[in-house]
């Protein structure tokens, strides 16, 4: 739970030290979709997962059920076809993953180039969240941190410009031509 922190400062010759509490074994994943669909506004899809387990005891990230339970949802509420660009995250490439994702006609994935975050969207969207929500914050506890990020995620998903913006730091465009093989 240690804070980003933006700005500080110390009486001149003092070098500024941020005191935080002791380290926690505690960890927070996020998946999020920046979704886009022709003549509406953009939206921010996302859900937190908060892992319990003590430090080396088992996987502590999404595991590939949990990218699938996002795209469910997701499908359903946007009520179309869903076009991935993904990074490559090993779990984006999990067997299971894939076979689901090609089991489903209304799914299409794109992979992006090894070691390309410049061409991520969702890198941009972290980016706004650490600067914004968690900038300058030491959090008392993981339910603090948790409901900073799901308040600081609600406020981005209503400010489809920011999540526009993301897009256009990416130099990609929101039109695809043909089906890619995964």
Request: proline share 6%; net charge positive; aromatic share 8%.
């Amino acid at each position: 739970m240690m804070p980003p922190t933006r700005r500080t400062w110390a009486r001149r010759g003092h070098t500024p030290v941020v005191r935080v509490r002791g380290r926690s074994h505690r960890r927070f994943s996020i998946a999020a979709l920046a979704c886009y669909k022709h003549g509406e506004r953009s939206r921010l899809i996302f859900r937190p997962k908060r892992h319990e387990r003590p430090k080396g005891a088992g996987r502590r990230s999404l595991t590939w059920s949990d990218y699938r339970d996002l795209l469910i949802p997701a499908h359903q509420q946007l009520g179309g076809p869903i076009v991935l660009v993904w990074d490559n995250l090993n779990v984006h490439k999990d067997a299971r993953l894939r076979a689901f994702i090609g089991r489903r006609d209304w799914i299409t994935c794109y992979y992006l180039p090894p070691y390309a975050p410049d061409l991520n969207l969702v890198e941009g969207i972290w980016s706004l969240l650490r600067r914004s929500c968690q900038a300058n914050t030491a959090f008392a506890d993981p339910d603090h941190l948790l409901g900073t990020l799901r308040r600081g995620l609600g406020q981005l998903q209503y400010r489809s410009d920011l999540i526009d913006s993301c897009l256009a730091a990416t130099g990609l465009e929101r039109t695809t031509t043909h089906r890619q093989g995964q």
